[in-house]
């Protein structure tokens, strides 16, 4: 195996890792399944501004 795939497959280990961990916290807080969805949603609008943010600071 290459160095550069050895450090994705541990990139994507960690974020599965971590994932699982904030999923069983969020569950054992008493979330729902569908407040979980709602959070990972808001999470992902959070991204997509920043990338927009990102990508109009680079075009000017």
Same mark, same amino acid.
Not at 1 to 27: C, G, H, I, T
Not at 29 to 56: A, P, R, Y
């Given at each position: 195996? +290459?160095?550069? &795939?050895?450090? +994705? @497959?541990?990139?994507? &280990?960690? &974020? ?18 569908? +407040? ?8 992902? @609008?959070?991204?997509? !501004? @920043?990338?927009? !943010? +990102? &990508? !109009?600071?680079?075009?000017?």
């Amino acid at each position: 195996m +290459q160095p550069q &795939n050895e450090l +994705q @497959d541990l990139y994507r &280990n960690r &974020n599965r890792s971590v994932a699982r961990s904030f999923y069983r916290k969020l569950r054992t807080e008493g979330f729902s399944h569908q +407040q979980i969805i709602e959070l990972s949603t808001t999470l992902l @609008d959070f991204v997509t !501004e @920043d990338l927009k !943010e +990102q &990508n !109009e600071a680079v075009s000017k």
